[in-house]
């Protein structure tokens, strides 16, 4: 199928769906010619999400990942299909490169501290020292020849919240790219994968909102060929006895993060920029700069409250991505 999208950029004209996924709106804008083909490939792309969602996702009884999880501890080798395969190739380099602060094995403890949210009291000490047990990325053998892949301890549960969403976001970008559409721009709840620039712009422009409000900063940040994925607890956390339980646990101790704070990255992969998120919440804001300086046309803006005040701290180039002037897409 061959399409003919990108004439001269004076035809190009705006398009934008929304549509609920995973929980959150999922939204696709396309600068192209014609509306018709547009619909019919928009379509495509949501039908894409959905079986990309029922292989990730944890909340699925009968999902790829679930189906894989059911075979912990069994000892024998599941082959999987090609996305699961790579998303977990990709979290597995995650928790070697953030040294654990990431970690997709997390899910016995995060589903018992969503019992905890649910419920609105803390999870039993043995029940967490159980879960504790089952952690480790480790643990996930992984086959390339064979695409398969061992989940050695009984138990074991992945959790691919942290890292699916940008995956999603790039996979759909590069999938309307790959028909002619490279001026589009994929939302997946927060999790952004912009492509080329729209006709006569530098770049999609996106606002970051300040910590704990929805509130957008004044300066935008402008992509091309580049995601943003910001993470944050505004609406999830747990508050007990006049204390805070962040959404966010760090893997290493199988408790909630106590401080709060907005961290947003700009990475050339979707994944990378979700995954990067959680680590970079976990890690003191010294330790996040070091691991985001190490990697390559990556950068970090971590907002911390003080006093009410949003006190920034950013990668040496991230403030090259700003324009002010500009207006939100």
């Known amino acids: 199928q061959v399409l003919l999208w990108n004439t001269t950029d004076g035809q190009l004209r705006k398009f934008s769906f929304t549509r609920e996924k995973m929980g959150s ?37 009968k999902s790829e990942l679930n189906r894989l999880c059911n075979e912990a501890g069994s000892g024998r080798w599941i082959q999987v299909s090609a996305p699961l395969f790579e998303i977990l190739q990709k979290a597995k380099d995650a928790g070697k490169i953030s040294k654990g602060t990431f970690d997709i094995t997390v899910s016995p403890i995060v589903r018992l501290w969503r019992t905890a949210k649910r419920e609105k009291k803390l999870p039993q000490q043995d029940s967490l020292d159980v879960a504790n047990k089952r952690v480790g990325y480790e643990h996930i053998k992984l086959d390339p020849g064979m695409r398969s892949v061992n989940l050695v301890l009984p138990g074991m ?84 006895n006049g204390k805070r339980y962040s959404h966010l646990v760090d893997p290493r101790t199988g408790c909630p993060v106590s401080s709060s704070r907005n961290v947003t990255v700009i990475a050339p992969a979707g994944a990378d920029a979700d995954w990067l998120t959680k680590a970079c919440s976990i890690l003191p804001v010294k330790k996040a700069l070091r691991l985001i300086n190490r990697l390559k046309n990556t950068e970090v803006q971590i907002a911390v409250l003080e006093d009410e005040i949003p006190k920034y701290f950013r990668s040496k180039h991230f403030q090259q991505y700003f324009l002010n002037q500009a207006a939100p897409e």
């Open 25 to 61: 709106p999922f939204t696709i804008i396309i600068y192209a010619i014609d509306s018709a083909s547009v619909t019919s490939v928009v379509n495509q792309a949501f039908d894409l999400t959905d079986s990309l969602v029922k292989i990730y996702s944890d909340y699925l009884p």
């Open 157 to 240: 549960q992945l959790d691919l919240g942290g890292i699916a969403k940008g995956d999603i976001a790039q996979r759909i970008q590069q999938y309307l790219a790959s028909l002619g559409l490279e001026a589009s721009m994929v939302d997946a709840g927060g999790d952004i994968m912009a492509g080329k620039a729209p006709p006569g712009k530098q770049g999609w422009t996106i606002g970051i909102n300040q910590p704990e409000t929805e509130t957008l900063m004044a300066e935008n940040i402008v992509l091309e060929n580049m995601a943003v994925a910001t993470s944050g607890d505004l609406y999830q956390f747990l508050e007990l």
